[in-house]
C-alpha cells in the first residue's frame, strides 16, 4: 500500500466515521413529571404555626401548604372545630376549599383564621379543636358517613389527611 492509498483510505475511513460520531451527541432534556402508577395519599409540606400547636394570641391564622404526589388529583379541603368525634351541639364545618389538579406535587398554601361568631364556635369550652382535614376524593354527604365521622368521610379509594390546633378561646 502506497501512502497516497493509505491517506486516501484513512481519509475515507475517518468521513464515514463522522456521522456516527455527530449522531452520539446528546442534547439535555428537562426531566419530565408525570402521575405514579397508583393513588397515594396528600400530604401536609408544612404549616404555620406546625401542626398539634397551641393557638392562643390575638386572631389567630393557620397557613398549611399541601402536596399530592398525583397531580391530577383535586384537594378537596375543610377546616372544621371541636371535630373529630362528631358532636351535634359542639363540631361545626368553618370553611370549605378545593385546590385543583396542577403540574407540581406541593400545592398552594391555605390559611383560616378561627372565628367566634362566624365558624359559631360552641361557647360551653374554653379550648377547641381545630381541625383541617384534606381528601383526594370528594367528601361523602353526611347521611351516609359513620356517625362520629360525620364531617369528613371519604370514599373506600380516597385518602384523608388530618391536621390538629388547639384554640385556647372563650367565645362568648
Known amino acids: 500500500m502506497t501512502a497516497r492509498s493509505a491517506h486516501l483510505f484513512l481519509r475515507r475511513a ?11 451527541c446528546v442534547a439535555p432534556v428537562a426531566p419530565q413529571f408525570e ?7 396528600p400530604y401536609l409540606v408544612s404549616s404555620d404555626p406546625p401542626a398539634g400547636s397551641v393557638l392562643s394570641t390575638g386572631t389567630p391564622i393557620v397557613a398549611a401548604t399541601l402536596a399530592d404526589p398525583n397531580l391530577q388529583d383535586d384537594l378537596y379541603g375543610r377546616w372544621l372545630i371541636d ?4 358532636d351535634d351541639s359542639r363540631s361545626r364545618l368553618a370553611l370549605e376549599f378545593r385546590l385543583p389538579p396542577s403540574d407540581a406535587v406541593d400545592r398552594e398554601t391555605v390559611r383560616f383564621a378561627p372565628n367566634c361568631a362566624e365558624d ?13 382535614s384534606v381528601a383526594d376524593r370528594p ?15 371519604v370514599p373506600d379509594d380516597g385518602f384523608l389527611l388530618r391536621a390538629t390546633w388547639i384554640l385556647n378561646l372563650t367565645c362568648p
Open 14 to 24: 475517518w468521513l464515514a466515521a463522522l456521522p456516527l460520531w455527530a449522531g452520539a
Open 35 to 41: 402521575d405514579p402508577t397508583g393513588n397515594y395519599s
Open 83 to 86: 371535630y373529630p368525634p362528631y
Open 120 to 132: 359559631q364556635i360552641a361557647a360551653s369550652l374554653d379550648s377547641h379543636r381545630v381541625t383541617l
Open 139 to 153: 367528601f361523602v354527604p353526611p347521611e351516609q358517613a359513620p356517625a362520629d365521622l360525620r364531617l369528613d368521610t
